[in-house]
């Protein structure tokens, strides 16, 4: 179990983590919050490459920090920016990896086999990185956060510039890993927490606004999502989400405490969410 514990980190005077607390048990939790909401500064603080202004991190109760190569043996981290020698095959890469966790080439080469074969790139095991695709590479970047087996992995963004097709086989692979593991992936795309996350955590001002199951989420919203006429006029507490469309015709898709005198009630989603906790972020 990791626990985060009344963590702050500031840049400059600028407060992007206030005062969080979180805990992480087994399973895949999901960050997610729009462009600068502080993403890659937590990960990165669960990753030991900055550290917390104030409070602590603790695995299993132990100090992060304090822990140092133990914490980082059991931790795989795939940053937003994955940096890769586009020369290199991926089974080059992946072996030179190893090399630098101390796993030397014999023992490396099964180990690397056995993981591409896992990400679905065993037949391009051999191929330069260059001529992958930007999912191809992502998996690539998956197998290296497991070179060490790890009880932690954490994913900044891992599905960002995919294909719908890739980022579907994305989420499938990590969903499979997360059986005895802790995974913590960034995204703003909420179809990718949707049906993979066990929790959502949605972040605001350097704070934990959600952290619930997608199904609790949504749930939450239950009636009070509607579909009203594009004439509709928003009152005070009601929130515009988005226009939909469907079959040429054009309607509103509402958050309204109450129910509109016009329009109907439909299933809210995990979307409605993302929107009603970041709709005034909006210009
Ligand atoms: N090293 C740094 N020096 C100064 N400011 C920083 C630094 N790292 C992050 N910030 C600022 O902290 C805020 C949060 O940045 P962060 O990268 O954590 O957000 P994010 O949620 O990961 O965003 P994105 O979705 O764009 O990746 C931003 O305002 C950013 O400019
Ligand atoms: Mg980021």
Redesign the pocket.
Known sequence: MLNLDHISKS??G?R?IDDLSLTFDLGVHGLL??????????MQMIATLIHPDSGSITWQGQDILAMDEDYRGLLGYLP?KFGFYPDYSATEFLIYIAALQGIGRRQAKPLVADLLEMVGLGDRAGQRMKTFSGGMIQRVGLAQTMINDPDLIVLD?PTAGLDPRERVRFRSLVHSLAQDRIIIL?T?IVSDLETIADRVIMLKDGRVRCNLSPGRISGRLEGKIFLVPTGYRLEEGQALLEEEHEGGETSLRIYSPWPPDQGQVVTPNLEDAFLVVYGDERS
């Open positions: 840049f400059g600028h992007v919050a729009p462009n600068g909401a502080g993403k890659t500064t937590l937003q963004e960034s703003h």
